[in-house]
């Protein structure tokens, strides 16, 4: 139960009126705009104000409610530009071109498995980041094919790393060591499938 | 020190919440998704005007396989909103199912439900703007999200039930569900079903929540 102090009861009404006008701003802003695009853009900033009043709560809870709150406006936003992309026809798949020197065939590799080797030391959400780096830079170098299948069978292995780690934290308490553990490197590989897939994006796919 | 912490942890008031009424709502869901899992779509028939002959339309095998995973996906976030016993859990379901109906008809190359379908995704994304904020505004005032407890505490106030009425219109209920009729013109008919299937056991769900809450 959140309890809150006469002051904290002020300072709340008074942070939901700011965010209900500006609520009202947004959705008048919706109003004026006729071009898809756009209104695509400034019902994106709307959802932001939807994460303000949830942040109005101030308390931890607040963070676990806006995570999935943003998760969901993100989720949103990339399926219905998709949708936008089909409606216009700009779904146009042409190939990059890449950089055609010498240092990209030789380089990206070794300092691609140096970041990746120092990220699976690190495990956890920062490792993954720094293991992704590396399989970005190995991504970008020249004469790569990138295993996007294998990409997205380690991302599925990790989803089903993660659960097992949760199944132990409710069922087999006394075991929390190891799901931390379990549930550190599966977040490390889903970081890491995540993030590399951007390395991939260069016009190509 | 820390096993400890972890064995007295409690399960908190957030619970899975059935009652006889969820529960027939939880069976009508899952049998729409077995539905969904085991049947192949329909080849929907053009008679052309003024002869007898007619055609056929075939769906690409892609295109079955993209809209039975959203028609599943959609009707699994039903069940999550039928069964939650968790305001806030139930307002993320609602999005999703939202967003999973758009994904049902994303993949139809027909410019009719591709237009209908990206003024009902603005529509939805409007629509978690009032279901978010009316989760929120019940936690900040009553201290709890579980509708088990909001049930003995009195009612909520009454500008965060309208809110998550009004999100949950958005997300598809009259009068925006006028924005779906043209999304039903895509071919693919059980999974273009688990778009109105979604939508009345949502519009069920939240009328209990709204008089328990």
């Known amino acids: 139960m959140i309890e809150l102090s006469l002051a904290m009861t002020q300072l709340y009404t008074a942070g939901i009126a700011v965010a209900f006008i500006a609520i009202i701003i947004a959705f008048s802003a919706v109003l004026r705009e006729k071009d898809d695009i756009h209104k695509l853009i400034i019902i994106d900033l709307i959802e932001i104000t939807g994460l303000v009043v949830i942040a109005l709560i101030a308390t931890d809870l607040a963070e676990a409610l806006i995570l999935p709150g943003l998760v969901v406006g993100v989720a949103e936003i990339m399926a219905v530009s998709e949708l936008w992309l089909a409606k216009e026809n700009l779904q146009q798949k042409r190939s990059a071109k890449k950089l055609d020197i010498e240092v990209m065939k030789t380089a990206p590799p070794i300092i691609g498995i140096m970041l990746a080797a120092y990220g699976i030391f690190l495990t956890g959400f920062s490792g993954g980041l720094i293991a992704a780096l590396g399989l970005m830079v190995y991504f970008l170098g020249k004469n790569v094919d990138v295993p996007f299948a294998k990409i997205e069978n380690a991302a599925g292995y990790a989803w089903a790393l993660w659960v097992i780690a949760f199944l132990i934290f409710m069922l087999v308490p006394s075991q929390w060591f190891l799901a931390v553990m379990l549930a550190a490197v599966g977040i490390m590989l889903k970081v890491m499938a995540k993030m590399s897939l951007v390395g991939t994006m260069r016009g190509a796919e | ?213």
């Open chain 2, 1 to 213: 020190m820390f096993e400890q912490i972890l064995l007295t942890l409690p399960f908190g008031d957030i619970v899975h919440y059935l009652s006889g009424y969820t529960v027939v709502l939880f069976a009508f869901a899952a049998m729409f998704v077995i539905l969904a899992v085991i049947s192949l779509p329909e080849k929907p028939v053009d008679i052309v005007f003024g002869t007898d002959g007619y055609y056929t339309k075939e769906i690409p095998v892609d295109l079955m396989k993209f809209q039975r995973f959203m028609a599943i996906a959609c009707g699994i976030a039903t069940i999550g909103a039928i069964t939650t016993g968790d305001v806030f859990n139930f307002t993320l379901f609602a999005a999703f199912i939202g967003i999973l109906n758009i994904g049902i008809v994303a993949a139809v190359k027909n410019k009719h439900v591709l237009d209908a379908a990206f003024s009902y995704g603005l529509v939805v994304m409007m629509a978690t703007v009032p279901l978010f904020a009316g989760a929120a505004i019940i936690a900040a005032t009553c201290g709890t999200l579980s509708i088990w407890e909001l049930a003995g505490t009195g009612p909520a106030p009454l500008v965060a039930r309208l809110l998550i009425l009004v999100g949950v219109l958005g997300e598809g209920m009259a009068p925006f569900y006028i924005g779906k009729a043209e999304i039903t013109r895509a071919p693919g008919a059980p999974y273009i079903l688990m778009i109105h299937v979604s939508s009345l056991l949502l519009f069920l769900r939240v009328v209990e929540i709204l008089l328990t809450v």
